[in-house]
């Protein structure tokens, strides 16, 4: 009975010494990752900002042209 319990201490034992490595390189993983997602979710906004912005101008500067053909006198 007592080289059971003894055997079951030293499985805990390695148990636990290889898990806690484990455990904390998903920790490191899953933060890394949530970096990665969160630093691409900034830019992506950040493009989207621009692209709207651009879009904005490209519509300014076609009301614009619209505009000039219309007052152009027509021969």
Do not use: W
């Not at 499985?11 to 890394?32: D, E, H, R």
Request: glycine residues 6%.
């Amino acid at each position: 009975m007592l080289g059971i319990l003894a055997i079951t201490d030293h499985v805990i034992t390695i148990a636990i010494s290889i898990a806690g490595p484990i455990i904390l390189a998903i920790l490191g993983f899953l933060l890394k990752l949530y970096s990665s997602i969160s630093l691409h979710s900034k830019q992506l906004e950040s493009h989207e900002r621009r692209i709207g912005s651009n879009a904005a101008k490209l519509e300014k500067l076609s009301d614009k042209q619209y505009s000039l053909v219309r007052t152009m006198p027509r021969d």
